[in-house]
């Protein structure tokens, strides 16, 4: 709050920012270090550190260890109040941000005189059959991770499989998305993989595909065309299939088909693609344009003075007239520390009775690693390209990384990296829920009798044909389900193999429960009791009364009293 | 498959080990070595990785990072064939092992000359109630990353929390056994809390408590009575609290209560206790005792020649006429790894005609970390104490570490630790199932009005009170409901927060599935909706039709034509 037109602080401002990436952490630093203890400056994030982006490729190659390419907001925001909470919503006329703080159930609300909105993009990859259920994603820490376990248990399992087409899917990865999250994911998996080869001894190097699909008719689109093509023909020459020209038309668990008609056997889709505004900022109701907020030139949201937005959640014209997207800030993180500076300017003007300025700024350049040491480069117009460009692509970032802990622990990243092997160990994280929806192309196979009965399946959408040999005539008997039919819930009877085998009629989306979570709500919900209890009597077994199987995650069927 | 008599092998045998533990990694490092290419050897193990588990409790206080406490089994073992697979069963009469791969559902079969068995031993948890549902555990790298976010978890959000009953329980944290992974486990979180502290400027020290709860009168029964002693005594000025004679009664997401009637209010519990043998052991109905596999003093199982066993899963006797505990092998690596030895030595023998010598070995000492460059050993029959045991605790067991990447990188780890902050970055690291049991005592809130609705609730066990205020009447509505009912779906009229508040009418064991989960089987399980449809219809509202929803997580029920 200000005192009336003295342009002196009176009492101390509360700004609140929402978001910790490149544009929410250095506005909150920037602010701090403008009004010092004339203002509170609470930053709120879903996590309690800060990301450094550009890195993600690497964690996911596993050349830095995850802890290693973030910060902990708290060690680079001293003074400032770091709230680690999800964003529910914000009253805009009472100036209440409304946030939940961990497992806690209970809302929270924060008060504020300026707001700053930071909280970037995410992903929507729905437009595409079966890229949201099968695709994994590069935006997170725990996408990078995930994506280094995923590679490493493809490994494992191409190593151990005697099924020719499972390993063929396992060692083909397709990166969805040419621009630089997809290009240096590709490059740096490509690495991942080449340097592990020699711990899986029966694999030929010549069955793994890495491909690249990319829908333009150029890679790396913020780059010359030079650079581009050099681009293009280096990952090419590191066995990189790159498919310009190419969309995906849909997905499974290991199948993509591109819009070009191919189809691809493969486990591991990585869809770079899709941006679209978060949840959080749509519910916000906020004037947006293309998907981003509204702001004008100096950063404030249109029609608020106290209401603040940058980095890639906002729409920040470069000019007053913008004509095309050339004239509109780009969502790198080079901008968004430019405008967390101006930004800050703005709001300690606005605090001071001053007049915020129009941001302005002009790209010094884009860098990107190929993987295998070799990079492209256009700095300050000047274009590099191979080992020099890979030498300054590192060397440029590790002067950006904030926090000099982390910069140490880059380093000597590394540089282990650089004289060990890379470890092939397989952290441990769940890539899918229990609860999750699958699709299936016609005919292909969901599970055949002998397997392990792993979970129930309910259909959502198309239809599903199930094989049984009869026990009696030894004769196939063949049914096939539809929307609202299910299968696979023999397993409360305690089966552990599938009897039936099952294919997909046509194209198929089903929901599959795991087995577990399946067995915990026949065991405990009462609803779901009365429903399978039929079936379970038709096989002469009944369910001990609610309760007793305590203690028990899965429940034990037995035999009904006439058996 | 040996010649006949003629102590020479003629035909490679095919030596299949369980488990790459201290036990099983080591016998197949020492078959490897005894027999080379006269026999095929292969190891199963669900991870790919060896788990140094003395160094476990400093993953947990981050003073290693969880990549750097684990080798690849693929560094460590060469020449031997690693599977990562779990296992399903074995035929001992066929002589096969089955198993599962990846996230392959089709079992497949590994025939074997010998068995050798080291799967170790797993946690139940069950005879306390509510320790299962609620208690953490440090038998796994998963468990120790767990460990940590959920600390750093704890100091964040009382950080910002305002009311002080939940910060009191944030900043009390219990261990469960006085063992020694229960002692360095309190230790080294006293370590990272300690360290962490700078960071959380609203949370002030003397509001931290660690507490140690050990049912015998003594912590470290392994130890002499004079270190133990000198331990507590350690622990005790370290201001951690160690309860001697105390036990685990019940415990819930915010409590524990121990058998002295104590009620602690606690949202962290980490259980080092309740040793039992692995369910895949269990079924394998090999002869045992006290939970552990009946071995013979050469390491063979009982009533056969072509199966073994070793480490924490077997009953070694080291005497012919075993009389206490103390003629059994303790179930620690020091021993593993000798049993290993004599296995390897056993089976060559047995593969040549030799005759198998029994496993004889005496402890050369014990060593344990107390926190704070602090420690207690017993070496050779002499005792050391304070920085001399620390010091030496952490070269033996660097010395110990299996492949000198993994020594180099935890050499480098602890002096980064020595000289830079302890990393406050929370990993997120999923510590509940989105189904799942959870208790609560008489009284307990289970949620209030206002609060986010972020799951569906069923009784199990138990009773809970429902209160509303009537919207028209405002007076308080209160109802009772037990086993068998259910509150909390109003999530599925689309619901963001609760109009009732509950709370738990005595001790109450509920299943609670997460609002995402729910949702999915609201949206696309038709019994589901079959059974939820009336309660919609009550409120005007019904769902699209199954499919409709295509593509959507959440279901998003409309008003029906009715209305």
């Known amino acids: 709050m200000v005192g009336p037109a003295t342009g002196r602080i009176v009492v101390t401002s509360r700004i609140v920012v929402l978001g910790g990436g490149f544009g929410g952490m250095y506005a909150a630093r920037a602010l701090k270090r403008r009004l010092g203890r004339a203002a509170e400056i609470e930053l709120v994030n879903a996590e309690n550190y800060f990301v450094f982006q550009p890195l993600l490729p690497e964690v996911g190659a596993g050349s830095i260890t995850p802890a290693h390419a973030v910060s902990p907001l708290r060690f ?146 913020e780059m010359s065309q030079g650079l581009a093509d050099y681009a293009t023909r280096t990952l090419r020459e590191r066995g990189i299939e790159v498919k310009l020209g190419t969309g995906v038309a849909s997905a499974t668990g290991t199948q993509l088909v591109t819009t070009t008609g191919e189809v691809i056997d493969t486990r591991t889709i990585v869809a770079t693609i899709g941006n679209a505004p978060s949840p959080v900022v749509r519910r916000m109701g906020l004037p947006s ?134 470890s092939v160990v397989q952290l441990h994280t769940r890539s899918v829920p229990p609860t999750r929806y699958v699709r299936y192309r016609a005919g292909d196979v969901i599970y055949e009798a002998g397997n392990r009965s792993d979970g129930f399946y309910t259909v959502v959408t198309g239809a599903v044909e199930m094989t049984r040999t009869d026990p009696e005539t030894g004769l196939p008997q063949v049914r096939t389900i539809g929307p609202g039919g299910h299968f696979g819930e023999r397993l409360i009877l305690g089966a552990t193999r599938r009897q039936t085998s099952v294919r997909a009629a046509e194209d198929t989306k089903v929901l599959v429960m795991d087995r577990e979570e399946f067995l915990k709500l026949a065991d405990s919900f009462q609803a779901f009791r009365d429903y399978f209890g039929p079936y379970m009597a038709r096989h002469g077994m009944t369910w001990p009364p609610l309760g007793e199987t305590d203690g028990q995650a899965a429940p034990k069927p037995v035999p009904t009293e006439k058996d």
């Open 76 to 221: 680079l925001l001293r003074d400032v109040f770091v709230r680690k909470a999800t964003v529910d919503s914000v009253d805009f006329d009472r100036r209440l941000v409304t946030v939940f703080q961990g497992v806690q159930r209970r809302p929270t609300e924060i008060g504020y005189d300026h707001l700053v909105i930071a909280l970037g993009q995410a992903a929507d990859l729905s437009k595409m059959p079966g890229l949201e259920e099968h695709a994994l994603t590069m935006r997170t820490l725990e996408d990078a991770r995930r994506l280094r376990a995923h590679v490493i248990g493809q490994l494992e399992h191409a190593q151990i499989t005697r099924l020719p087409e499972v390993k063929r899917g396992a060692l083909t990865f397709c990166v969805v998305g040419g621009g630089f999250s997809g290009i240096e994911t590709a490059g740096e998996m490509k690495d991942l993989i080449d340097r592990s080869l020699k711990f899986y001894p029966d694999i030929d190097p010549s069955e793994v595909r890495m491909i690249v699909v990319e829908f333009a008719d150029r890679i790396l689109g």
């Open 289 to 422: 344009e293309r998907g981003r907020i509204s702001v004008d030139r100096t950063l404030a949201v249109k029609g608020r003075s106290d209401v603040w937005a940058l980095g890639d959640c906002a729409l920040i014209a470069l000019k007053d007239a913008p004509q095309g997207p050339r004239d509109y800030a780009p969502p790198t993180a080079q901008f968004a520390v430019r405008e967390a500076e101006q930004l800050a300017e703005n709001i300690a003007s606005t605090l001071t009775g001053g007049t915020p300025q129009p941001f302005d700024y002009r790209s010094k350049g884009a860098l990107a690693s190929l993987g295998a040491r070799k990079g492209v480069a256009q700095v300050f117009g000047l274009e590099l390209k191979g080992f020099p460009a890979w030498l300054l692509w590192r060397f440029y970032y590790l002067a950006f990384l904030p926090g000099l802990t982390t910069r140490i622990f880059v380093l000597l990243n590394w540089f282990m990296d650089g004289i060990s092997p890379r």
